[in-house]
């Protein structure tokens, strides 16, 4: 072998350069020195490049970046095992340059010969499944990844399925679990898949023509694999063969869900796990190792928030789907029903966080314990979802109410069981509030929780209305009270959230901006509901304020009806507590302070109340850690850049815009932070005017009884609405806002002119 010639083909593929040579003296040098009849453990003990003899199984092996980097720079006598690395790692570079469009088409042609020589004379493809059988782990990783590029090479050029490959899968597949050295055919299977579906320019029908042969062999090979007996010692450890053979497929079936996306009508082996749902949730509830289960419980995530295209379709649309709708409900079915049997609260979840390449803390690491609150998340997004979709494809109140309170309560259950280590030194009163604290440090997860929640919220008032025309008053105080004892009362669950975030718009900007969330949707269904909902809106924030003891009892001003709704809507919320709290209602941290103004204040005087917790002034950020700012849209309506000794704050993921458009919305809304603290005095009272004093703009709201209606959570809850909406159009004004915001502007000011209305009267 020409070992300079294979040096210097390293050197120019890997910078895209014209090949000088012919064809055959690049194909030669690249032919396998491996016999399809070659014995597993010839390569396990080969000379290394000091002439010495090395074991595989007691060295660690380099990594293919190293390998084919010392190979192309140094000189040396080779031995067997790297040079056929640096052959492995030059056939996944020559795929790699003939898909990329940045090289030139005259080197593509010249290399697409060679890869063609490869398959049609050099039989590659064979010696490269040879190499899949491999002990020495490496060869085999790397093998698979070259065959898989080989495959999907011949795919998109030729149109054609590689023979020797698929031969070789339905044999491995088929022959499980007599023989279980499957993992390696999973390996290169799930590659090309990705591969055909990344690829745009790959006509549609390739996936059909890829997965139709395996179809069967797939599905048969899923009810092999689950139903084994994982209480077995061979399932004990992450590292054995049979472990190996599962986490192998979990990643397999990602990648059958995403290939969904190609085909009109879906294959049995993409919807397998839809219809049989119930083999993964064993596995989930048996004794394997956590790892392999918490690989499950992520895997059944995907499936639930499954949503192929939507950016280019509506929900409605979507679910009209007629085989993704079936999938959908018989995966939702078989969840819940699990769920009712009490699955939930069996599944033990792990004790200690994962840390990066081991499963222990190092020695200092102040870090707590506790249960794993991502896998936490996973399960409790995975039943909210499901009963999202059974709720939404149900006909009758009494269909959906049954089985939601059920499953809610063993949700609720589930939750308090495994709350983290913070959550223990916050009593929880209210079951509203659970869904900000298990979801607060998981945003895209937080929001695809509360829209499920909101979007069964509508569902059930609706039917509720439909069945009735004239509902009595009893029924609806008993609907309220529903929704406080199961936990999804819309308003509170939102109120929750921006306690946690010390009421910061900014925060909620972020989330609009963001692509990873689905903020937008959820805000425009709940300011839609709230327009229609104010009072109920109103009296929820009034009895925040009066269990935190921040105001006294609402004034007499209120029309007679709405104070009796108030007062019966403080009687369901304390009876919809959880846990028996006979103090507060929402108790916060101890550290936290609150502001109380009264008659006599000067305007620039303020009482500090150590006996009430704060809403205003909030010295706590722990709960704030994950949810810092992109940047602060505090600055003036019409401000420009002259904030120079101020920086914005650049703290968490950005949406893919381009960076100079990233620069200019940083900088049109970087605000100045001195301007900020000088605010916080101004807005601490909701009622007051500039040039007036605190004593003359409460009297105008004081009764003949002296009541004072401060209403804080109702003040900063629609001033960070309001806020909110100065930002989104300040940035729409300078064309800076990723998209259109015409319809959220609206809504938005909608609100605020109730608001405004409402504290005019």
Known sequence: MNISLLQQMYKDVLAGTPLPKESYYYTSSLNLCVGQSREKDELCDLPSTDGSIRSHQSTVAPTTDDVSHNLATMNFSFCPREVILLQLTLIKMLVAKVESQETEFSTRQKYCEVLLLLLKEAKADSKLVCLLSSHDQLLSHIASRSLASLVYFQLKEENAVNVTWITFTLRSLLEFPVHTQVAECLWTLTA???????????????????????????????????????????????????????VSFTDLLEAL????????????????????????LNLINSSTHYFIKKKFIMLLKKYVLYKPQEDAVSGSQFLQNPYLKEDMLALSNAVLQVVNLTWLNAIPLGEKASYFGSSEALSGDNTQGGSDQTVLRALSLA???????????????????????????????????????????????????????????????????????????????????????????????????????S????????????????????????????????????????????????????????????????????????????????????VSLQNACCEPEPQTL?????????????????????????????????????????????????????????????????????????????????????????????????????????????????????????????????????????????????????????????????????????SKNMNSQ
């Open 586 to 754: 929402i108790p916060l941290a101890s550290s936290q302070k609150y502001l109380v103004f009264t008659t006599e204040q000067d305007d620039n005087e303020v009482a500090e109340s150590n006996q009430s917790n704060s809403l205003l002034c909030n010295d706590n950020t722990s709960l704030l850690g994950s949810l810092q700012s992109l940047v602060n849209y505090d600055s003036s309506e019409d401000s420009e850049l002259e904030s120079v000794g101020k920086e914005c704050l650049v703290n968490i993921k950005q949406m893919p815009l381009h960076k100079e458009r990233e620069t200019m919305i940083r900088e049109t809304v970087c605000s100045y932070t001195d301007d900020k603290q000088k605010t916080l005095k101004s807005e601490a009272l909701p009622l007051k005017q500039k040039g007036s004093n605190t004593s003359s703009s409460l009297a105008c709201v004081v009764s003949s009884d002296n009541i004072i209606p401060l209403r804080t959570m109702l003040y900063k809850s629609t001033k960070c609405l309001e806020e909110l909406q100065k930002a989104i159009s300040r940035l729409q004004r300078r064309n800076l806002f990723p998209y259109n915001p015409s319809a959220l502007l609206r809504l938005l000011n909608h609100i605020e002119k109730i």
């Open 257 to 280: 869900l995403a290939s969904r996306t190609q085909l009109e009508v879906p294959l049995r082996c993409q919807r397998v796990l839809f219809l049989k749902v119930s083999y993964v």
């Open 383 to 485: 039943v909210l979802k499901t009963l999202e979709f059974k709720c939404q494809n149900a006909d009758t109140e009494a269909e959906i109410k049954e089985g939601f309170q059920s499953s809610m309560s063993h949700l609720l259950t589930f939750w308090r069981n495994n709350r983290s280590d913070s959550l223990h030194t916050h009593p929880v009163a209210h079951h509203c509030e659970w869904l900000s604290l298990v979801f607060i440090e998981q945003d895209d997860d937080m929001w695809e929780a509360a829209k499920a929640l909101l979007l069964i919220y509508l569902k059930m008032d609706r039917l509720r209305c439909d069945a009735a025309d004239n509902l009595s008053w009893e029924e609806e105080e008993n609907w309220k009270l529903h929704t406080h004892a």
């Open 487 to 570: 936990g999804y009362n819309p308003h509170c669950i939102l109120l929750f959230f921006l306690e946690k975030i010390a009421f910061d718009s900014t925060v909620l900007l972020d989330f609009l901006i963001s692509s990873e969330t689905c903020f937008l949707e959820y805000l425009v269904r709940y300011l839609k509901l709230l327009r229609e909902d104010w009072h109920q809106f109103v009296n929820i924030c009034n009895h925040f304020d009066s269990q935190h003891g921040t105001s006294q009892p609402i004034s007499s001003i209120k029309p007679a009806h709405q104070e009796k709704q108030s007062c019966v809507v403080g």
């Open 192 to 246: 090309i898949i990705k591969d055909v579906v990344k690829d745009k320019m790959l006509p549609k029908p390739g996936i059909l023509k890829l997965l139709a042969p395996l179809d069967a062999a797939l599905e048969g090979f899923y009810n092999s694999i689950l139903q084994y007996h994982f209480d077995s010692q061979l399932y004990s450890s992450p590292y054995s063969e049979a472990a190996n053979n599962l």
